[in-house]
């Protein structure tokens, strides 16, 4: 997992930089972790480091980019934080869910997360497993909205770089339009508009 997202981020770290051949160029990327509601708040800092680290794994990626961000999502949370005593009488942190089939629910730990370089032996012993939880049912109109885990946090940075690109285009092509036709300014827009956001889920 670590070579593949490794090759993954080397390849958007490429188009960060503009494509040699093609020209082409993203703005911006995030990647995600999804499923982060499945993982107690206390370990979920540790997600988003494992992810970075996995991201910047490849040779060509490990230079820091202001362009390229990570977070720790969850679309639909289905879960809550909670506290469990075990049997040493110590607090351990869990999340409380209902079993994907079930009716009830119960206290799950999905185990070690690390923080940042996983350790090959990590994958060969069951360290970590997701567990398997069905969404909460879902109450129609706007009093009841849909809960979510950090998904405002990642609109709101894709929104803002979409206001950033339309005030550069509106700049550019003012300026353009000065001393060109009509027809040269919108073609230049076009081109500007071309820029990508992208985002890598996870």
């Known amino acids: 997992m670590t070579k593949a997202l490794g090759s993954v981020g080397a390849s958007y770290a490429r188009l960060l930089e503009g494509g040699w051949f093609s020209g082409q160029k993203i703005e911006r990327v995030a990647f995600a972790a999804t499923k982060a509601d499945h993982v107690d708040d206390l370990q979920r800092d540790n997600l988003?480091?494992?992810?970075?680290?996995?991201?910047?794994?490849?040779?060509?990626n490990a230079k820091p980019n202001v362009r390229r961000s990570f977070h720790v999502i969850s679309s639909v949370r289905c879960t809550i934080d909670d506290n469990i005593v075990d049997s040493d009488g110590r607090v351990k942190r869990v999340v409380r869910g209902v079993k994907l089939g079930g009716t009830l629910q119960q206290s799950f730990s999905a185990g070690f997360v690390p923080a940042g370089a996983v350790p090959k032996s990590f994958w060969s012993q069951p360290f970590f497993e997701m567990p398997k939880l069905q969404p909460p049912a879902f109450q129609g109109g706007d009093t009841f909205p849909i809960e979510h885990l950090n998904l405002d946090g990642l609109l709101v940075e894709l929104l803002a770089l979409l206001s950033q690109l339309a005030a550069e285009i509106g700049v550019s092509t003012a300026k353009n339009a000065k001393n060109a036709s009509p027809i040269k300014a919108t073609a230049r827009k076009s081109r500007r508009s071309e820029d990508q956001v992208a985002f890598h889920v996870a």
């Open 48 to 60: 988003g480091k494992t992810l970075q680290y996995m991201v910047e794994s490849g040779p060509t």
